[in-house]
């Protein structure tokens, strides 16, 4: 058969309905197991779909809603407001401002406009390269400033880069600066106390913070409030015993009185001898609270509570008191202080000037170290050990107060004569300056002593007796005469007022020995003498020049100082005295 029919074959087969399967050409030999391989990998794929779905459906449901939460919902802390800080009459020390915190998440701010950036570095007053470093972080959080003004923040916001946030926060500001830092203290930028009644009342002062959960979109804009996880509790407020007004004079006075005397530092302190409150604590050099920038370590010791000195003659009234108390003397026993030396076990103390026989009334007013010593030889070492320790010397104080040092007292078992001798009138003996102040109280009141307290009292606390009334009473009048024509504090007086108190000028300890060219001059009084309201210690340390003893560098002090705080208190005048009287400074002896 020829080509030409065999294709007219197949035209006529096909278009009678002959299929093309049928063609030995097109048909197809496969094996059966493939389309059963095929159907099985089919059905087992649908399986694990199903099975898939129901433990995605079914049983993992809460770990599925929990990742998800995470990548929407956040738990915002909610700060609370730190307590507030006020004297005794309501004046505001210490309060919270809000602030804002400034943070990146370094990621998103890689491809930011370098302009938009060299902006945000100088609202945060950094650096570019500064600012570059903390976006060159590896964390994905990290904070560029903190403690940021509202204003500011508004201004980094209408930036408008993304990844750039805020956190509210707080920020302590001090009203008073630089005059109530070394009683208030401050707070870091976490807003914890780092000094004084800040640090001491930290728990009380911080509150707790609370929390709430939201739900924050891609550009963590808050878009829904979700729940209260717990609400915010404000901390509580503080009123401290501090009275403003007595704050600041015995500032001005001790800048003045450091200033004028060329001194390296100095100190004052006042107590209300009736409750037991300290109504000012002032220090030189200080420093702002408000701007740390520039903080050094002698800006920031507190002298009234943290650094000890041998008291010096100020402690003479302590040894004298005590014999009185025993009956061992009284206030016109005659002692002979010879010419002005003693010699005891090849150690010779002095008076500044010759006394020759004095009584007891005479040896504080003109503040004799021989006739002070002659007391206390004839008293064991134990009882006077005893004394001093009562009125607080050597003991840890409780005042609740960060920093407040012990100073030290020797065990009296390990006492010679002559270290007896030289304790009597304040030397190989340490206490700080509110020790001191503290320990005048058993005079200023009927003999006993009250604890101190740096917040405002409702109620007198009760004290502690360490002498009789009738000796707190003769100790009054012989402190008295100290600051009278012939006693060696005659610039302590008080205009209008009765005052009374003692020097002291002490020999710092330089490398063992006692320095002949550095001193520490103090002053503790009280006033008014008909009932004593204040006792206020001062503390002049190195004073520069040749005037360094006690009752002419702070002596003055107490005096302005005394004076004010009685009228800002309205306290009644005793005196008839219009100006203060100063001998012939040839006249005059001095401690």
């Not at 009280?526 to 006792?535: E, S």
Request: hydrophobic residues 40%; aromatic residues 6%.
């Amino acid at each position: 058969m020829s080509r030409g029919s065999s294709l007219n074959s197949s035209r006529v087969a096909a278009s009678k309905g002959v299929p093309f399967s049928k063609s030995p050409v097109l048909a197809v030999r496969l094996p059966v197991w493939r389309s059963r391989v095929v159907l099985f990998v089919l059905f087992a794929a649908f399986a694990a779909l199903a099975g898939r779905a129901l433990w995605l459906q079914g049983l993992s449901t809460q770990f599925l809603q929990k990742q998800g939460e995470i990548r929407y919902a956040r738990t915002i802390d909610l700060p609370a407001t730190r307590g507030k800080i006020t004297d005794r009459d309501g004046q505001v020390l210490a309060s919270s401002l809000p602030v804002k915190a400034i943070w990146a998440i370094p990621d998103d701010l890689q491809n930011a406009p370098k302009a938009k950036l060299k902006e945000l570095a100088r609202l945060l007053e950094i650096s570019d390269a500064e600012l570059q470093k903390k976006l060159d972080s590896d964390r994905s959080f990290v904070y560029l400033k903190r403690q940021v003004e509202p204003e500011v923040a508004e201004q980094i916001a209408k930036l408008g880069l993304e990844g750039i946030q805020t956190r509210k926060e707080y920020k302590r500001y001090y009203p008073q600066g630089e005059v109530t830092t070394h009683v208030v203290g401050f707070t870091n930028v976490e807003d914890i106390g780092q000094e004084s009644m800040e640090l001491a009342q930290q728990k009380n002062l911080v509150g707790q913070p609370g929390s709430r959960r939201v739900i924050k979109d891609r550009l963590g804009r808050i878009v829904e409030d979700i729940q209260s996880v717990r609400e915010p509790h404000d901390g509580k407020d503080l009123t401290l015993s501090i009275d403003s007004k007595i704050q600041y004079i015995a500032f001005t006075q001790v800048k003045d009185a450091v200033e004028k005397f060329h001194a390296k530092a100095g100190a004052a302190v006042v107590l209300d001898v009736h409750t037991g409150e300290v109504l000012a604590l002032a220090n030189w050099p200080t420093y702002n609270p408000n701007d740390r920038s520039k903080l050094t370590g002698e800006q920031l010791r507190n002298r009234v509570m943290t650094d000890t000195f041998e008291p010096g003659s100020s402690l003479k009234p302590f040894t004298v008191g005590l014999a009185l108390d025993e009956k061992r003397i009284t206030p016109h026993t005659m002692f002979d202080t010879g010419n002005g030396s003693m010699v005891i076990a090849d150690h010779v103390i002095h008076d500044t000037h010759p006394h020759f026989v004095i009584d007891v009334q005479t040896i504080i007013q003109k503040s004799s170290n021989i006739g002070t010593s002659k007391i206390a030889l004839g008293m064991p070492s134990q009882d006077m050990w005893e004394m001093f320790t009562k009125v607080g010397f050597g003991q840890q104080p409780k005042w609740g107060f960060p920093g407040a040092v012990a100073g030290r007292v020797r065990p009296y078992k390990s006492w010679r004569p002559v270290e007896q001798a030289n304790m009597s009138f304040g030397q190989g003996i340490s206490v700080s300056l509110i020790q001191l102040a503290r320990a005048y109280m058993i005079f200023a009141r009927d003999g006993d002593i009250i604890p101190l307290s740096f917040q405002k009292v409702h109620e007198a606390p009760h004290g502690t007796q360490v002498i009789s009334a009738k000796t707190a009473a003769q100790m009054r009048e012989m402190l008295e005469m100290v600051t009278q024509p012939g006693g060696s504090a005659v610039k302590a007086q008080v205009p209008g007022y009765r005052v009374g108190g003692k020097t002291g000028t002490a020999q710092k300890v330089v490398n063992g020995r006692y320095s002949q060219s550095k001193y520490i001059g103090n002053f503790v009084g009280m006033a008014p003498m008909t009932n004593p309201r204040f006792i206020i210690a001062v503390m002049i340390d190195e004073p520069g020049g040749p005037v360094h003893v006690g009752g002419d560098v702070a002596g003055p002090v107490f005096s302005e100082l005394a004076a004010n705080a009685l009228r800002a208190k309205n306290i009644t005048p005793d005196s008839t005295l219009t100006h203060i009287i100063i001998p012939d400074k040839a006249a005059q002896e001095k401690m």
